[in-house]
């Protein structure tokens, strides 16, 4: 619990209105605006919320100086909303540190190095010339194979598996059974059956990298798979062999990577996305959920639907559907009408 000023007093750039009583005014929670209870904080992000924020049951609200002015209730005025509630949730939900504390049904290879106050959860096994950085946690049943490079500050969910060579940076975050460095899909066809290509490239991912449950980056068949500093996956993410991921991408839920394509700095790709192999997608495009991309964008902008159209394109594709379905109706009456006059006219 905080007092609203203690609180304030944690978010750089916070200003108190409304707020003379901001020393007795007591902070339990962090809720929606919507929330049914009673000494909780919550927020406003832009104007289409100020109204719900005046009637809230919050005791107090975090908002910008925009709307500050529409706003009667006591106040925590900020210059980035979504920054300062960050800042507020890690005072409410501090985020877990590492103990430094090894399971003893953890094995480590003789010749493996783990840095300093780093723990390992049970049964984690780490392989022969491993290094793990310091200040990392790695939870239980996480495989991390030879010679790979984890950096510090790592925080690796449950049953994740690194397998050899793989590269990884400095504040890496991955949630539960993700997948890294395994075989890329490569193959030839011969005598009848699908033969395999030796996957021999490895897996090189920056500083600074969140991803979420259940996602595939493969090893590269010849040259390395890269996701650059930045990137932040959701669950469900397949990164195929050989792609190489600019800086800063973000890649939503159930989308795809195919082989050898790259994409540039700063892409945002929507959910449930596929996007075919050996393409180039231009630095700071935006590929809109369900979205299936075959050839690659002449230029930067914002991309959708199954033809993978630029979004203007995607709009006129719609009203000429639309339109389309129209005529129809029409010609189903101009039929009707050249029935009943007993016109007869050639298909």
């Not at 920054?83 to 290879?109: M, N, T, Y």
């Amino acid at each position: 619990m905080k007092t609203l000023r203690e609180l304030a007093a944690l978010l750089p750039g916070a200003e108190l209105r409304n707020a003379d009583q901001a020393d007795s005014i007591q902070i339990q929670s962090i809720r929606p605006l919507a929330y049914d209870g009673k000494d909780f904080l919550s927020f406003v992000t832009g104007k289409g919320y100020v109204q719900a924020g005046g009637a809230s049951k919050a005791a107090a609200l975090l908002v910008t100086a925009e709307f500050a002015s529409q706003l009667s209730k006591p106040l925590i005025v900020v210059p980035v909303v979504e920054a300062a509630l960050a800042q507020a949730l890690r005072v409410f939900f501090p985020e877990r540190k590492p103990d430094g504390q090894i399971s003893p049904h953890a094995v480590v290879h003789s010749s493996a190095k783990v840095g300093k106050n780093t723990s390992l959860g049970h049964f984690v096994t780490v392989g022969a010339n491993s290094v793990i950085g310091n200040d990392c946690i790695i939870e239980d049943g996480v495989k991390i194979g030879e010679d790979v490079v984890i950096g510090d500050n790592a925080r690796i969910g449950m049953n994740c598996t690194f397998s050899y060579g793989t590269r990884i940076g400095k504040n890496f975050t991955v949630f539960g059974n993700s997948t890294f460095g395994g075989d890329g899909f490569g193959f030839y066809f011969a005598n009848g059956i699908h033969n395999k290509i030796p996957q021999v490239g490895n897996v090189l991912i920056g500083d600074n990298v969140e991803i979420g449950a259940n996602c595939t980056v493969d090893r590269g068949a010849l040259q390395d798979t890269i996701v650059k500093d930045g990137c932040k996956f959701d669950n469900m993410v397949h990164i195929a062999h050989n792609c190489n991921v600019g800086k800063n991408v973000i890649i939503a839920g159930q989308s795809g990577l195919a082989g050898s394509t790259t994409l540039g700095d700063n892409v945002i790709v929507g959910g449930a996305t596929a996007i075919a192999d050996h393409l180039i997608v231009p630095d700071g495009t935006i590929v809109a959920g369900g979205t299936l991309i075959r050839n690659s964008p002449k230029e930067k902008g914002v991309y959708a639907g199954t033809e993978g159209l630029s979004f203007g394109d995607f709009q006129k594709m719609r009203a000429n559907i639309k339109h389309l379905v129209g005529f129809n109706k029409w010609a189903s009456r101009i039929k009707a009408l050249e029935k009943k006059a007993g016109i007869t006219a050639e298909e």
